[in-house]
């Protein structure tokens, strides 16, 4: 059995966004026939983002615009896995928030509160709101005593403009000026990846993880026990690959290299 018919063999599928699927509004090549393919074979399959913005719904809409009819259950989001973590850290506890819609709502629904007087916690995400206000607020609430989680620790992420600053960029500030490290719930974090293989339904050696960062995706799945898929639609490229003291199992130019070529 070669490399790729391995990889179509895996029973379960968790596959990045960003740079995988899609770059902003434009799908990419090959993701039509890849998704079809899943169906097709019945396979199990959950596209698990680091993005903190949207909800599920607002996921499977962005995807429906696009053409691509994937159910709301096929959805993980870092805001999730953040609203989940806390919930289970520290119920009925309160927050300041940077971040975007998707954030607040996951959070909004497990109970945890909004305040901007004395929060328990700083939480950070992805949002176009960020301004230096927001750092002064944020640093001051942690060095009184709040606790510092941010959804996710990419530090770039692609877009139809190029590479743009993500969520760790926008807590470097914040961690900075406070002398505090904030907690990252996302891929990498195993907390992530094990949630997502319990929504799949399988094993860890019956899954792949398919992504376009070597930092998040690739040593999260690797970590995890997942065999690893990079594609070089997002951010890195094969050069970049050298950077790293480990290695994906597979290297494809897109997802649409998986499903087998009809005849």
């Given at each position: 059995m070669n490399h790729l018919e391995e990889l179509r063999s895996k029973k379960g599928f968790i596959c990045d966004m960003?740079?995988?699927?899609?770059?902003?509004?434009?799908?990419?090549?090959?993701?039509?026939?890849?998704?079809?393919?899943?169906?097709?074979e019945n396979k199990s399959f959950l596209f698990l983002t680091n993005s903190s913005e949207r909800s599920p719904r607002e996921l499977q809409q962005k995807l429906g615009r696009m053409g691509l009819d994937v159910d709301e259950s096929h959805f993980y989001t870092s805001a999730l896995a953040t609203a989940a973590f806390l919930a289970n850290q520290s119920p009925g506890c309160t927050a300041y928030v940077?971040?975007?819609?998707?954030?607040?709502?996951?959070?909004?629904?497990?109970?945890?509160?909004?305040?901007?007087?004395?929060?328990?916690?700083?939480?950070?995400?992805?949002?176009?709101?960020?301004?230096?206000?927001?750092?002064?607020?944020?640093?001051?609430?942690?060095?009184?005593?709040?606790?510092?989680?941010?959804?996710?620790?990419?530090?770039?992420?692609?877009?139809?403009?190029?590479?743009?600053?993500?969520?760790r960029a926008l807590v470097a500030p914040i961690e900075l000026a406070t002398g505090k490290q904030a907690y990252y719930v996302g891929k990498p974090n195993p907390l992530m990846m094990r949630t997502g293989l319990r929504m799949l339904g399988v094993h860890s050696e019956e899954a792949a993880m398919i992504g376009d960062r070597m930092d998040t995706d690739i040593v999260a799945g690797m970590e995890s026990g997942l065999d690893t898929v990079l594609v070089l639609s997002g951010c890195t490229s094969r050069s970049d690959v050298e950077n790293y003291a480990y290695r994906p199992r597979h290297i494809l130019s897109g997802v649409g290299d998986i499903p087998p070529a009809h005849v």
């Open positions: 960003d740079g995988v699927i899609y770059h902003g509004n434009r799908l990419l090549p090959g993701v039509t026939e890849f998704v079809d393919w899943l169906h097709r940077i971040g975007a819609p998707g954030l607040v709502n996951a959070l909004y629904d497990v109970g945890i509160t909004m305040n901007d007087v004395d929060p328990d916690y700083v939480i950070a995400g992805e949002t176009t709101g960020y301004n230096y206000e927001t750092i002064i607020k944020a640093v001051g609430y942690v060095q009184r005593g709040a606790r510092l989680i941010a959804t996710n620790s990419d530090l770039t992420g692609p877009s139809e403009q190029g590479i743009i600053p993500a969520c």
